[in-house]
């Protein structure tokens, strides 16, 4: 790899970019889980950002970093989920025309709202079909600008604007963060928090927080080379189901993470109900993985604070009345 | 009555007062949503707020303002719900003793609750004992101070503090709000909402929204006097269930408000799984007429800016699954 990676002064840049349209999402707390806890854990609501994910940061600043003259190409994205809708949003805030290649297959309402953000939706079969040799021949024959889901300086910037959002949102509060957990997929999310933290926070731990047998990212720092997933492995983790880190995400991750933490579909599934009941806030189970580590113990808690970034709440109602139920 | 009127200024004071503990909820809109309604939905997010809903702003203002010497007898409240809560979690925060008086056929979650933030929780038979008459008692043997659930101008100011949020979100975002919505019981919010509103914007004007058949102020305001509801209504709304305007809070209302809107309890369901979808929280039944009342067209929001707050997200899971199965 010879491109640089992206600084915390990308993350500045881009957090100007955002400045704007992206919604400074709160940083919560509940007293009572706090005593239950012995310590202070506040939860970064990103299901509350532009689109219900926190995608919409690093969609929005990657497509404004494109040069005019390419502009009028548009933007290709490949996405069944939460990248979509952000890539959409920022592109129709932009002026830019947007083709997002979704599954066949993707939920209806996915798919319905991505047109509605004004994006042509290219359907292609999982199955016959690759969603990269679409992406790519769009991108060629109209020399549209592909946005990737993760692996890209510009996208990873955007999400880092969170990692800055944290350090003056808890210097407000009063306090340093001893650790900051995130979900992680292909690993934009956790990478640009880390550099977004990196200047004001140098000493707060950093942890990826995967679903268990979908935990790339946590086997990867461990070994120090790009670890894959068992293409079996299954998780009710929608949005966290790449199957091994980014070249830039990890090469990021190796110099700034502490380590990976995994959590099983039953430990997601309390987190989702606790965030329901002490938060109100709604997670998709993707976006209640840093919860669902706190609250099993997975990082210690005591006389401390842990932030946890809460990174969306795209979830099915009935899986939602289920987990209501059940959890 | 001869106090004077709570004023914008209490409110400022009231804003100084709990800046440093209470958070800044955040206004956020759905972009497809705005589409659909023609203009622009904002929600105020109070559920976020410190214990689940609003009511912590009045109750942490009203108690600082206690004087020192009286603060050692202790602050009294009766409530069964948000307000016991509030004044819970304000007066631990301050180091004052609280007793709560709650129904002994209130919720288990909801004592459990009010006692784990260091309340006393003084339990009365709801239809052989008085509440009033209870909690004057304990005014008089410990020289505790009434902490009013809405009639009290230091509770109204702190509810107010919401309005200088949404005068200054609002500017944030480039817009200036034709109208501000917001539930109504005994008046204590949208009273303080209006006088928070009134400095930098005189021009909006700001509605109640009640349960239909407990539309008092509604009714008040139509006849220019204090209107009573019929004690059979019923409503889903368990926080918006107060039998008539408070004597403050109706003359600020008659002075500032431009009338009261009335949802059904069918509509607040619709509204409660929208905001779920749409914005992905958790809203009570009495923190969701706000978006019932826009969303049924009870204000028009074609080429306008409407701003709801959102109050409270105190809601039994077994309700809020039912209402996601059937809204």
Known sequence: ???PLPTHDDVRRAAERIRAVATVTPLIESPLLNEELGGRLLVKCEMLQRTGSFKFRGAYNRISTIPEAERKGGVVAFSSGN???????????LGVKAAIVMPRDAPRLKIDNTRAFGAEVVLY???GESRDEIAARLSRERGSTLVKPFDDPG???GQGTIGLEIASQTKALGTVPDAV?????GGGLIAGIALGLSADL????VYSVEPAGLDDM???LESGRPEKNDPAARSICDALLAPTPGDITFAIAKQRLKGGLAVTDAEVRKAMALAFRHFKIVCEPGGAVGIAAVMTGKVPTKGRTVVV?????NVDPLLFQEVLATA
Chains 1, 2 share one sequence.
Do not use: E, N, W, Y
């Open 1 to 3: 790899m010879t491109d």
């Open 155 to 157: 996208v990873i910037s």
């Open 309 to 313: 970034v809460a990174s969306g709440g």
């Open 181 to 185: 957990l995130a979900g992680c997929s």
């Open 125 to 127: 079969d999982r199955f």
């Open 83 to 93: 990248h979509a809708q952000g890539v959409a949003a920022a592109a129709l805030m």
């Open 218 to 220: 946590a086997r990867s």
């Open 202 to 205: 140098p000493k707060t731990t």
